[in-house]
């Protein structure tokens, strides 16, 4: 079937770099994009979305790129601070209702 | 703010034993969801509710059913647990089917 992932499981990032997290989804259908950032002991947290019209998207100190030739999809994150570490997960909407989420991707920043 | 709570964050149950996981939502939100997440697999989705009395199987079904009365209210039972559904519990709900707000997460063993 489908389905999002992640290249990697861990990245290791020191304090202050940018960091970049990768993810190749395979459904050339699905139209929307997010980013969650799961903290240890916490549920999924929203950080940014994208829709399927836009290649680029930017918040506080992140931003969203999406290359639909590729069906790829990346999280940057600049100057990484401790509060980063983290799993984050990429998902795509499949349908109206329902989210796929890729594996994670295990943030560590080193001081 | 948006909320999403779940009944225990912590439960030990034994196999055999029906097990009852709450979620309550405080938004009004249509959609609510039941996840599964465990190491390198990421967040896997048991069933969803569009509307009150409504459910949908996700991915992974087989071993849980689903209740919701209310709106606010969606709770997954385990009817007989076993060994192999310890895991993390993740409730979310949404208003559009987009973005998902998260619940802190039961962590459930089954001894």
């Known amino acids: 079937g489908e389905s999002v992932g992640l290249h990697l499981p861990t990245l290791s990032v020191q304090e202050g770099d940018n960091s970049i997290i990768n993810c190749a989804y395979s459904?050339?259908?699905?139209?929307?994009f997010i980013w969650y950032k799961q903290e240890s002991g916490k549920g999924p947290q929203f950080i940014i979305d994208?829709?399927?019209?836009?290649d680029k998207r930017q918040g506080q100190r992140v931003t969203v790129l999406l290359n639909k030739t590729v069906k790829h999809l990346s999280l940057q994150i600049a100057a990484t601070q401790p509060g980063d570490s983290a799993v984050y997960f990429c998902?795509?909407?499949?349908?109206?209702?329902?989210?796929?989420f890729g594996a994670g991707t295990t943030v560590t920043v080193r001081a | 703010d948006v909320k999403v709570t779940q009944s225990s964050r912590y439960l030990v149950k034994r196999t055999g034993e029906k097990v009852f996981l709450e979620c309550v939502q405080d938004?009004?939100?249509?959609?609510m969801f039941w996840y599964r997440q465990d190491p390198g697999l990421g967040l896997r989705l048991i069933y969803f509710?569009?509307?009150?009395?409504?459910?949908e199987k996700g991915d992974i079904p087989e071993g849980y059913s689903v209740s919701r009365e209310k709106k606010e209210r969606f709770s997954l039972i385990l009817e007989s647990a076993s060994t192999n559904q310890t895991s993390m519990y993740l409730c979310?709900?949404?208003?559009?089917?987009?973005?998902?707000?998260f619940g802190p997460g039961t962590r459930l063993t089954v001894t």
């Open positions: 994208i829709r399927s019209n836009m």
């Open positions: 979310a709900s949404s208003l559009t089917g987009f973005e998902q707000y």
């Open positions: 509710s569009y509307d009150v009395k409504m459910k």
């Open positions: 459904n050339s259908a699905s139209d929307y």
């Open positions: 998902a795509e909407n499949s349908n109206d209702y329902k989210l796929s």
């Open positions: 938004m009004d939100h249509e959609n």
